[in-house]
């Protein structure tokens, strides 16, 4: 017989790993393939994509990724979750970087990719820019590193 | 909560996965697996989320619970009590009315 453990909270804190959540409901592993919401943290994509903004992923099933758009994925290297913008494609891998990153991460095989960005949500308003069209000027101002240059000049001059 | 008799189902808008004992629970809302309100139920906390799977009550939780760990079942309805309060609040589980016999 054990003891009651539950005195304390009967609700943990969320230690385990939300990526493999995160692989579950976007690959269809447990459930159909479903597409997620969550707040994004950091500053590697920003301009575009915010530190507090809510996302929402779309399986890569129903929607492949192609250069230029921002895709969620578990890095081979670091095992962390990263949601950049994919640069270029060679077979099935990508190569992504945060738009304002300085160095991109590398090939990211296609199986690592968990879903692919489809929604921006900022302070409970939709943002489009950097999900349409111009997100082929966006690449382009990423892989020469202007973007990121820009982005250190404006964040010297404020 | 209404009534101890009432049987207890789990909400159907829900994706649960069991990692290191924990429970963790992702509600979806309107077809989105919303990642931001993910729910992680400690070891005893899934002994009873299991239970509810199997279409149980709160005196058959309460009973299972005293069997599986040291407690007197004053104390254990009391905690079973709140805990599926906060499931109820949460959005996780409902009460099915009671049927009339």
């Given at each position: 017989m054990k003891s009651n453990p539950w005195r304390s909270s009967w609700f943990s804190g969320f230690?385990?790993?939300p990526n493999v959540l995160l692989g579950d409901l976007l690959s269809g592993a447990r459930t159909a393939p479903l597409p997620v919401r969550l707040t994004a943290r950091g500053i590697?994509?920003?301009?575009?994509?915010?530190?507090?903004d809510v996302i929402t992923l779309r399986p890569c099933r129903d929607c492949p990724p192609r250069t230029g758009d921002v895709v969620a994925f578990v890095h081979p290297v670091s095992e962390q979750l990263l949601i950049h913008r994919v640069l270029a494609m060679n077979g099935c891998s990508f190569m992504t970087q945060g738009?304002?990153?300085?160095?991109n991460d590398g090939m990211i095989p296609e199986e690592r990719v968990l879903g692919r960005v489809v929604a921006v949500e900022r302070n409970g308003t939709r943002v489009r820019f950097?999900?349409?069209?111009e997100r082929f000027l966006i690449v382009v101002l990423v892989r020469s590193k202007l973007l990121h240059l820009l982005l250190s000049r404006l964040h010297e001059c404020a | 909560m209404n009534s101890e008799s009432e049987e207890i189902v789990k909400s159907d808008d829900l994706v649960t996965r069991r990692i290191a004992g924990e429970t963790l629970i992702v509600p979806v809302r309107k077809g989105v697996g919303d990642l931001d309100s993910i729910f992680t139920l400690n070891e005893a906390g899934s002994f009873i989320w299991d239970l509810i799977g199997q279409g149980i009550r709160f005196d058959q939780i309460v009973e299972s619970l005293c069997r599986e760990y040291e407690v007197t079942v004053e104390d254990a309805a009391k905690d079973v009590k709140d805990f599926l309060e906060s499931l109820e609040l949460a959005g996780l589980i409902r009460f099915l009315p009671d049927s009339p016999d």
């Open positions: 230690a385990s790993q590697s994509m920003a301009p575009f994509i915010r530190d507090g738009d304002n990153a300085p160095v950097g999900l349409g069209v | -």
